[in-house]
């Protein structure tokens, strides 16, 4: 189902490819808020369940996806759904490196 690391106060989920089943379960869960989110099936349409992206409600969304991408990743959707958190896309900028702050008091990207 993913990887959850917490450093310090930072949530981070790691999901892998779950499933949307698997997003159900976690958010039936009562799992808490993110801060940071690896948007699954690379932000595709479908890829994204509405009950769990409201649960995690990350203030990070990263979106890996190709510049070439030929499936529309990320799809509106998932986009609208992601629309609170501060939006990462590896597809127009390119590999992105994330430094955490243990403390909780920042967050900070590096290309």
């Not at 595709?44 to 190709?66: C, D, I, T, Y």
């Not at 529309?72 to 609170?84: E, I, K, V, W, Y």
């Amino acid at each position: 189902m993913g990887v959850e690391l917490v450093v310090g106060k930072v949530r981070l989920l790691l999901p892998g490819d779950i499933s949307l089943d698997g997003q159900q379960q976690l958010s039936t869960r009562g799992a808490s808020r993110l801060d940071i989110l690896l948007v699954p099936g690379h932000g595709a349409a479908g890829a994204l369940n509405e009950r769990f992206a409201q649960m995690a409600s990350p203030q990070l969304a990263v979106r890996p996806a190709k510049a070439d991408d030929v499936k529309g990743a990320p799809s509106p959707t998932t986009l609208a759904l992601m629309r609170n958190a501060t939006g990462l896309r590896t597809d127009i900028p390119g590999p992105i490196k994330l430094g955490i702050d243990p403390n909780g008091s920042g967050v900070f990207t590096e290309k």
